[in-house]
């Protein structure tokens, strides 16, 4: 039995980031804290993309940035006008790499490789180097319910883990996927603007569902090319590969070309209450504790800028107030309609992005996803599409309003 002050139980975005602004500020130098992770978090294992203004505090570790962004929809072409914003991605081994050396500074924070298979509320973490506790737990790998599939061939290293009996999915709640399979390529002859990236395009084959194509050029000859499902269920292997081969000979007019590295993914969209709240002495965060924007699958901005604010408080007050960590309810409200929206088939996904970038100016948007818009500019937003299929699911969601 080893007792900490604090555990960070998972070491991936949420955790790594937690320890970083613990580490940094003196009211927690005295504290022992421990981060338990499965991983080495010595491979390339994700990116991240995210849209953020000059202004904004981001880790040093951006590996391509674009001024523009093309959107393709019911209408064709939109060039968007993306000023204050870029748009930028991160490598999770630039990450890993850069947190790893950040957390090397702080002496009263250990790292240990551990299989983390259960929690219990009076803070203590079974794993299988042993049983760690602590004052507070903070809890990223474990969540109550299967939000990702299973491990499998396609998908073998899923990122959550769940307990021996899992919490059901209630019907009450929408439980979606957002999966994509990602190439880069690289072409014999330069094809790319390196400024500009394709943030949406919707002139795939829908079959359905919510379907897009976003390219991100890394340079004149090189670029990651990624096919994106909004569905309740993976595809086959086959048809990730057989749509991304489409895509890059018919819509990028591209037949030769060298795949040089994959990807895989699966974000967790859902409505369902995932909460901060304290439970004992656990704290849950980043996808457990409804970090990930449901109705969009982004968290790589949002899970940095809710553990800044939240580590600044404790740090003030004495006490961590977990209210901190969680969206306000009227963004959980907008995401869970959409979400409605999409399940029962009420508005198609492409009619909708698509009303959303023709009608609005981009930077309306990404305040509005940011949920750092004002109350007028959530009119704005969301009397872009017809508003009879988003009445009809705000209809149907008022029996679980509280549940949000």
Not at 180 to 201: H, Q, S, V, Y
Not at 205 to 226: C, H, I, M, N, W
Not at 321 to 329: D, I, K, P
Request: with cysteine; aromatic share 14%.
């Amino acid at each position: 039995m080893h007792h900490f002050d604090i555990i960070l139980a998972g070491g991936g975005l949420s955790g790594l980031t937690l320890a970083i602004e613990l580490g940094k500020r003196d009211f927690f130098r005295n504290k022992s804290i421990l981060i338990i992770e499965r991983d080495a978090k010595q491979q390339n294992d994700r990116t991240w993309c995210f849209w953020a203004t000059e202004a904004e505090d981001l880790p040093p570790v951006l590996f391509r940035s674009w001024d523009h962004c093309l959107f393709y929809g019911t209408k064709g072409e939109k060039r968007l006008k993306m000023p204050p914003f870029r748009y930028h991605m991160v490598r999770g081994i630039d990450f890993y790499n850069w947190a790893a050396a950040e957390i090397a500074r702080f002496p009263n924070i250990q790292r240990i490789q551990a299989e983390i298979l259960n929690l219990e509320e009076k803070g203590a973490v079974h794993t299988d180097q042993g049983v760690f506790t602590a004052e507070w737990v903070f809890n990223s790998a474990i969540t109550p319910t299967e939000l990702v599939p299973k491990a499998s061939a396609l998908y073998p290293n899923p990122a959550f883990s769940i307990p021996n009996a899992p919490q059901e999915k209630t019907k009450a709640h929408t439980w979606f996927l957002q999966h994509f399979k990602g190439w880069i390529i690289e072409t014999p002859l330069p094809r790319f603007d390196t400024n500009t990236a394709t943030l949406m395009d919707f002139r795939i084959d829908q079959k359905g569902d919510t379907r897009f194509v976003y390219v991100l050029p890394f340079s004149e000859s090189k670029a990651l090319v990624e096919y994106t499902v909004f569905s309740p269920a993976l595809c086959t292997a086959a048809e990730y590969q057989a749509e991304l081969q489409h895509y890059v000979q018919n819509f990028l007019k591209i037949d030769e070309f060298n795949v040089l590295e994959e990807e895989f993914g699966v974000i967790p969209m859902t409505d369902f209450g995932f909460s901060p709240a304290q439970q004992g002495n656990i704290i849950h965060i980043g996808t457990a504790g409804g970090f990930v924007k449901g109705s969009s699958g982004y968290a790589f901005k949002r899970t940095r800028r809710k553990l800044q604010q939240f580590t600044e408080a404790w740090a003030r007050t004495g006490t961590p107030n977990m209210r901190l960590l969680r969206s306000g309810y009227r963004f959980r409200l907008y995401d869970s309609i959409m979400l409605r929206v999409l399940r029962d088939q009420l508005y198609p996904g492409k009619s909708f992005f698509s009303k959303l970038f023709y009608k609005r100016p981009a930077p309306i948007i990404f305040r509005f996803l940011d949920e750092d818009s004002t109350f007028t500019e959530d009119l704005r937003v969301i009397s872009s599409p017809p508003p009879l299929p988003f009445l009809r699911a705000l209809w149907r969601q008022l029996p679980f309003l509280k549940t949000l």
